[in-house]
């Protein structure tokens, strides 16, 4: 399901503070990379990343095909950084981005 300009705004407020979990870099998305991004919005739900490839075509292209990988939405690109969503269905308060900065 999409994400509303309300809820982005709202995703983009709590993602700003965060730091990249993930570095993602010229070899692109490999298994240990894909089984560190599903650990981390597991736990996380909202999580930053860091995609450092040459041209904004190919970072593209990669960041469509982590999407598609895990399952999450993309919430923003700025530059080299990348704002991804997935909710889970038990998040954990301890956590969880969501729960713990929902009154940014």
């Known amino acids: 399901?999409?994400?509303?300009?309300?809820?982005k705004k709202a995703f983009k407020r709590i993602g700003h503070h965060l730091k990249p979990v993930v570095i993602v870099s010229e070899q692109g998305t490999t298994e240990g990379v894909l089984a560190e991004l599903d650990r981390?919005?597991?736990?996380?739900?909202?999580?930053k990343?860091?995609?450092?490839?040459?041209?904004?075509?190919?970072?593209?292209l990669l960041v469509n095909e982590i999407c598609q990988a895990t399952g999450a939405e993309l919430v923003q690109v700025i530059g080299k950084m990348v704002i991804l969503l997935r909710r889970s269905?038990?998040?954990?308060?301890?956590?969880s981005n969501l729960v713990r900065y929902k009154d940014f």
Request: proline share 6%.
């Open 1 to 7: 399901m999409a994400l509303s300009s309300e809820q």
């Open 89 to 95: 269905k038990t998040p954990n308060p301890n956590l």
């Open 49 to 60: 990343i860091r995609v450092t490839v040459g041209d904004r075509e190919t970072k593209q």
């Open 40 to 47: 981390a919005l597991n736990d996380h739900e909202l999580i």
